[in-house]
Each structure stands twice: as C-alpha cells, then as structure tokens.
C-alpha cells in the first residue's frame, strides 16, 4: 500500500532557528512558510520535512507515508483498523503541498500520515543537501504489535531482525524505510536523510562544528543490517537525525533478510557498542488531533515565503 517514505512533522520551539539549522547544517531548501509551518526539500518535491512552531509541545506530530493514489487511500481505514490502527478522522485535504490526507494511530501510539499527490517545485539549487528524507526509526513498548501493523495495516516486508530488539521494514527498494526498537515507552528514536556518499557525511559533521561548535553523537560507521554508512547528530530541538549513504536495495538479487545477532557489532561494524546518548535519545510524539492538522490551511493558500 505505501511505496515511499514522506516526510516527517516536527513541533519545534523556535521555527527560525529550527530552518536555520535544517538550512547550513542539512543543506534544506524552505519552499513555503505559512502559518507557523515551514515546508522544507531537498529535491524537486515540495517537502521532505514540516516545521510547525509550538512553544508548549517539543516533539514530533507524524510520520507521512505516500500511497500511489486516492482510491488507495479511499480503501485504507478498513486496512488500518484491522491491522490494530485508530483512525484519527477521515479523509482530509487543504495541507500545502499535498493532495489529500488521512491519519491513523498504530498500537504502539506512533502517528502516521498517509498521503498521496505530492506537489513539485523547481529544483533546488546546486549544493550540498541530502536526496532524500529516507527513514525513521520507532521506539515502541510493544514490538509484535507494531510489526503486524506494518505489515498488514501499511504493507511494508521484512528486511532484517536483531532478535527481539529491532528490525527493518521496507515499502519500496531501500532496505528499510521504517525500524522499530524495543524500548520502555514509544517515541522517535530518529529520522534520516539519504546522502550520495560517504563524504557527504563528512561535510555534515563539518558545517555542525563550524556553525555551533557541537559535535556528533555516534558514527561516523556502517550498519550490519542495510549496510548503510551513518552518522547520528541531534537537530536544534535535541531530535536525533542519523545521516546515511549506501543504504542496500532490496531489488538487488544478492541481499538476503535474516536475524542478526543481538551483539553489538551487528549495528556497528566498524566500531564498539552504541554510545549512551545514542540509546537514550527520544523524541516525543506530539498528542495527536484528529483530521486536518491547525497549521494547514485551505489549497488556495498564500505563501508568506516561495522560492518557486
Ligand atoms: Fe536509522
């Protein structure tokens, strides 16, 4: 059902400063700011990430997953609720950027936006920015539930599993567009930007140094399962972003799922164990509203700031 990684919706506290970051450290291009939201890409779609100014509630609101067209999302609610999801309203449209939208809360409580039509805009101009906003990662309490939720709710397939800790999900050819980790209560574990190579990663932790002085959390170093090199930083608002390149792809004959061991190596193989801040980063998930969020606004919106 969902065949792309959207972007994801985070409530900062101070939206300038937030875009500030995502611009010089990530490389972000904002297209549109209305409404205490700011919509920001890295490509040639109208956003791979949402800001929304929120000075009471630090966390994130939802993760958006794109489904090929309406009559995918017109089907969706019976799905979802089957697989164990709430409905949180129906089908709303009137979000920048989108066609029309729906959101569902799964059983562990994360927030998913289903979404489909997909605003373009002009390409960004030359720089160094990532491709894509390429996955998230889950903490949640209560692992089988989720998993089934993903799979027969959002039809992601397995990619990999490290015993009952974690395990990847894929929906379109990147080996995981969504993992999940056990923890003592659900929350964001971290959101990912894909980048072209390992160098790109580089420059990330370079701009992070330059621009504040701050250093990286963990990496830079390569996964066991999706063999994708990473480095972990935290955004301006303490969310964990991990940056990424040569993720492995599932359409290539030689990847072959499996349960890894639950040792350290299996998520670092270049190094030791991960660092405590790594495991104890979590971002809450923002109390989710039913239907169109407060922040959108009606289709024939007018942009306080367009770069198209
Ligand atoms: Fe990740």
């Not at 994801?8 to 549109?32: R, S, W």
């Not at 805009?121 to 889950?138: L, Q, T, W």
């Not at 939720?149 to 015993?163: E, I, V």
Request: glycine share 10%; proline share 6%.
């Amino acid at each position: 059902m969902v065949t792309r990684i959207g972007h994801i919706a985070l409530h900062v506290k101070d939206l300038d400063a937030a875009v500030e970051f995502q611009e010089q450290v990530i490389g972000m291009v904002e297209t549109e700011r209305l409404a205490g939201a700011s919509y920001l890409t890295c490509n040639e779609r109208h956003h791979e990430l949402i800001v929304i100014e929120d000075r009471v509630n630090r966390g994130y609101e939802h993760l958006a997953l794109e489904v090929p067209d309406s009559a995918t999302l017109e089907g969706a609610a019976k799905r979802l609720t089957a697989a164990g999801g709430t409905m949180l309203g129906g089908i709303y449209d009137g979000e920048p950027g989108i066609d029309r939208a729906l959101k569902v809360k799964s059983p562990a409580g994360h927030v998913y936006k289903l979404f489909c039509g997909m605003e373009t805009v002009d390409a960004p101009p030359p720089g160094d920015r990532p491709m894509k906003f390429e996955h998230i990662s889950c903490k949640v309490a209560n692992h089988r539930a989720e998993e089934r939720f993903l799979t027969d709710g959002l039809g992601f397939r397995f990619s990999d599993r490290m015993g009952f800790l974690a395990s990847w999900w894929h929906c379109n050819e990147d080996h995981h567009g969504i993992a999940l980790t056990l923890a003592p209560r659900s929350e964001l574990s971290h959101y990912a930007y894909q980048w072209s190579d390992f160098n790109a990663l580089g420059r990330v932790a370079d701009r992070l140094k330059a621009r504040s002085g701050r250093k990286c959390i963990w990496g830079p170093s390569r996964h066991g399962p999706g063999n994708n090199q990473f480095l972990y930083l935290h955004d301006e608002d303490g969310a964990m972003i991990e940056c990424c390149s040569e993720i492995a792809q599932m359409t290539a004959d030689h990847y072959q799922p499996k349960n890894w061991s639950m040792h350290p190596s299996t998520i670092n193989q270049w190094g030791g164990p991960p660092l405590p801040r790594f495991l104890l980063t979590g971002f809450p998930i923002v109390k989710p509203q039913p239907g169109r969020p407060a922040w959108a606004i009606p289709a024939d919106r007018t942009a306080t700031t367009a770069r198209a």
